[in-house]
């Protein structure tokens, strides 16, 4: 016979009264099994270099560096300084760097001297600036050349100039290859079968580029490849040297879940909110503006898991109106679970998530120190990241 545990759906709270809203939460259990299918799907976590711009939680990446996880991607300064703060080895910023942030990209290397970062490149007017960077703090990078496989989003086409630019990457006295990037997001088909053939294609074109690179003797010595929907196709045909980078499978979405229903991930991250209105017949409305859920998505922006079959309406900054037909409105004050159907900047919105138990209670709460994009002050006693490490490995 099961337990109430078991039969009871790990976001409806207990002592949910005293919970403020709206709040995303998420499910201790249910981000461990999402880490631990992505690790089996890979083959081992030797071969996942996973991107953190989902969570941007120190808790999170120290659990997936529990799980054996060595190697990172991310997006942003603030998500790099996250994960050097956790004791991460090795950081791959994914992202073209211009302006001042090379500058602070050098900073951060001199600052954490036990973590190796990487950057990327898709032209040589990003590169000479970088370069320049370097050279002047006297700070040696790796650098990955970003390749368009077919997302046309950023990246250099394969060809010729792509592969003139690795060779100045590696002739540089401050850069150093480290090998191709080729984010491949186009990898889009529900259907299983052609989302492997779009994934075949991608992969064929950047081991295509690394093959021609290796044979005019240029070291290339990681590809990285492979989103959520992408990355389980990759692995299935892993090829030495391969890293794979999905995101959005430590909390999983709704959207991904609609998408891909062969994906094995959990739903670990909803906002839970409450009914503030219900003043006309089969309408309510609920704290769950657009202030706190993604607003990129077209409606419906999420689907409320314990009110299936309420239809989304308007939407504004604190409200969301919701309509319900052939049963009564939710009261005012009842708890409601929304599952977004975009994580990411969901996340964005929060300075800290609740984190729920197997028995439905808060056991506590994580900070979302890479939430935003400035770097935290290094004269700080004790930075927040620092301490929602040791929270997540029992030593505060």
């Given amino acids: 016979m099961k337990t109430d545990s078991e039969q009871r759906p790990w976001y409806q709270l207990r002592e949910s009264e005293n919970l403020p809203s709206p709040q995303l939460i998420i499910s201790h259990d249910g981000l461990r099994a999402n880490i631990d299918a992505a690790i089996r799907m890979a083959g081992g976590p030797e071969r996942l270099r996973p991107h953190v711009k989902t969570h941007k939680s120190a808790a999170v990446a120290a659990l997936q560096r529990e799980r054996g996880i060595t190697r990172f991607k991310c997006a942003t300064l603030a998500e790099a300084q996250m994960l050097a703060d956790t004791g991460a080895r090795d950081v791959l910023l994914a992202y073209q760097l211009l302006g001042p942030n090379p500058q602070l990209l050098c900073s951060l290397v001199r600052r954490y001297p036990h973590t190796r970062f990487a950057g990327l490149l898709d032209c040589l007017d990003a590169m000479q600036l970088l ?20 997302a046309r989003r950023s990246g250099i086409q394969p060809g010729a100039e792509a592969e003139e630019l690795y060779r100045r990457i590696e002739r540089s006295s401050w850069l150093q290859a480290a090998g191709i990037h080729a984010y491949d997001g186009h990898v889009g088909e529900s259907d299983p079968a052609r989302r492997r053939e779009q994934a075949q294609r991608s992969r064929q074109a950047a081991l295509a580029v690394r093959e021609r690179l290796r044979g005019q003797g240029l070291p290339v010595p990681e590809l990285v490849m492979g989103g959520t929907p992408a990355f389980p196709c990759h692995a299935e045909a892993w090829q030495e040297g391969m890293t794979l980078s999905p995101g959005t499978y430590v909390y999983h979405d709704w959207g991904y879940a609609t998408r891909y229903p062969d994906l094995p991930f959990q739903a670990a991250a909803l906002v839970f909110g409450r009914v503030i209105s219900a003043a006309y017949a089969g309408q ?20 409320i898991l314990n009110l299936p079959g309420a239809v989304a309406g308007p939407q504004s900054e604190e409200h969301w109106v919701f309509r319900v037909e052939g049963r009564a409105a939710p009261k005012v004050g009842e708890a409601v679970y929304v ?10 919105h929060y300075d800290r998530v609740a984190v729920i138990d197997d028995g439905g209670r808060v056991e506590g709460y994580w900070e979302v120190e890479a939430r935003g994009r400035a770097l935290d002050d290094p004269a700080h006693p004790k930075r927040s990241s620092e301490r929602a490490s040791e929270r997540a490995s029992g030593r505060e």
């Fill in 131 to 150: 370069e320049a960077s370097c050279s002047a703090r006297r700070v040696a990078l790796a650098v990955f050349l970003d390749l368009d496989v077919g």
């Fill in 284 to 303: 309510f409305t609920i704290d769950v503006g657009s202030k706190a859920i993604a607003a990129d998505p077209e409606q419906p922006r999420g689907t």
């Fill in 339 to 348: 599952w977004p159907r975009h994580i990411c900047p969901t996340v964005e």
